[in-house]
């Protein structure tokens, strides 16, 4: 049966003492999927006053009723939305009943595959953990990845007993061709990551927390500055805080951690801001985000400062 459920109408809210707002920036267009809480559109009043306008559900976008620039009043209708359920509902009246066959031709034919596909995922299997080759992925004093190569010919059973180091990712030759050919991939080497797996390897919470965190920074230090564009530096920035939110500290440093959540928070939504507004070519306004995106990166700069500051004796 179709959701009893309506479709949601965004509307404007109470804008304060103004009357009138302009739609700044749309985030989102007829026929994208949205989730609860996204950002749908910021709204800049007469006073310099930025208004977020976010989705109430997950769900679809049906209409908007506005474009960039349009002047907006509270209560007015900006965008409809068709909550979640409801497509699901519809996705289910859709689906195609079931008229018979051929039992015994469907079972014959359901056992080959099966038997093909054990074939098939016993030789990968084989092929995976086959293979004498090692490369070997760790983090150098400069907080580089750097890679090498070793053999181990007499190794009784390969892969199983392959060469192991802390601070490192180890792969069979077998299973980086198989990577290389979009089989059984694994993710780049990166610092974030090989730090994370050796702070799950840690028996020391404080020794994994700060090889984690201090990963993840290292990795952020390593790539910002390739950043060319205001989104590749918010990028950067988002995978920092997703990394780092994945981390739990213990608790002598919870406020040093969350100090450095806190700090990326603000320079996300300044970095934000300023992507809209150079989006939109207003360049007074992007202009204007300068002192504050400095601000933000001496505040930044304190927490991992402090970070530091706390480091264990035999991490540094």
């Known amino acids: 049966m179709?959701?009893?459920?309506?479709?949601?109408?965004?509307?404007?809210?109470?804008?304060?003492?103004?009357?009138?707002?302009k739609v700044f920036v749309l985030y989102v267009d007829v026929?994208?999927?949205?989730?609860?809480?996204?950002?749908?559109?910021?709204?800049?009043?007469?006073?310099?006053?930025d208004i977020e306008i976010k989705s109430p559900c997950d769900g679809l976008v049906l209409s908007l009723h506005g474009e960039e620039q349009d002047e907006v009043q509270a209560g007015d209708v900006l965008a409809v939305?068709?909550?979640?359920?409801?497509?699901?509902?519809?996705?289910?009246?859709d689906q195609p009943?079931?008229?018979?066959?051929?039992?015994?031709?469907?079972?014959?034919?359901?056992?080959?595959?099966?038997?093909?596909?054990a074939l098939w995922v016993a030789f990968m299997l084989f092929?995976?953990?086959?293979?004498?080759?090692?490369r070997k992925d760790c983090i150098s004093d400069q907080g580089r990845v750097e890679s090498s190569w070793s053999f181990s010919w007499y190794a009784p059973i390969p892969f199983v007993f392959r060469p192991s180091e802390d601070g490192c990712e180890?792969?069979?030759?077998?299973?980086?061709?198989?990577?290389?050919?979009?089989?059984?991939?694994?993710?780049?080497?990166?610092?974030a990551g090989i730090g994370a797996k050796a702070a799950e390897d840690s028996s020391d919470e404080n020794v994994a927390y700060f090889t984690a965190s201090g990963s993840a920074l290292t990795q952020y230090t390593n790539d910002f500055p390739k950043a060319t564009t205001i989104g590749e530096a918010?990028?950067?920035?988002?995978?920092?805080?997703?990394?780092?939110?994945?981390?739990?500290?213990?608790?002598?440093?919870?406020?040093?951690?969350?100090?450095?959540?806190?700090?990326?928070?603000?320079?996300?939504?300044?970095?934000?801001?300023?992507?809209?507004?150079?989006?939109?070519?207003?360049?007074?306004?992007?202009?204007?985000?300068?002192?504050?995106?400095?601000?933000?990166?001496?505040a930044f700069g304190a927490a991992v400062e402090a970070w530091q500051s706390a480091l264990p004796s035999e991490l540094r």
């Open 2 to 21: 179709p959701s009893e459920e309506k479709d949601l109408e965004v509307v404007i809210p109470s804008l304060g003492t103004e009357t009138e707002a």
């Open 31 to 49: 026929g994208d999927t949205v989730d609860r809480g996204e950002l749908i559109a910021d709204l800049w009043t007469d006073l310099g006053e």
């Open 81 to 93: 939305i068709r909550p979640t359920d409801n497509l699901d509902d519809e996705d289910e009246d």
């Open 97 to 117: 009943v079931a008229t018979g066959g051929s039992g015994f031709l469907d079972a014959a034919l359901g056992l080959g595959g099966l038997f093909l596909g």
């Open 127 to 134: 092929v995976v953990t086959g293979g004498n080759s090692y």
């Open 170 to 191: 180890v792969h069979t030759g077998a299973r980086v061709l198989l990577d290389k050919a979009g089989l059984f991939t694994f993710a780049d080497p990166s610092v």
């Open 234 to 298: 918010l990028d950067f920035l988002n995978t920092l805080d997703e990394q780092l939110k994945a981390v739990d500290p213990p608790a002598q440093y919870e406020t040093i951690h969350n100090d450095l959540l806190a700090a990326i928070s603000r320079m996300q939504a300044t970095a934000a801001k300023a992507q809209a507004f150079a989006a939109s070519g207003d360049q007074a306004a992007y202009n204007r985000m300068k002192p504050r995106n400095e601000a933000d990166e001496k």
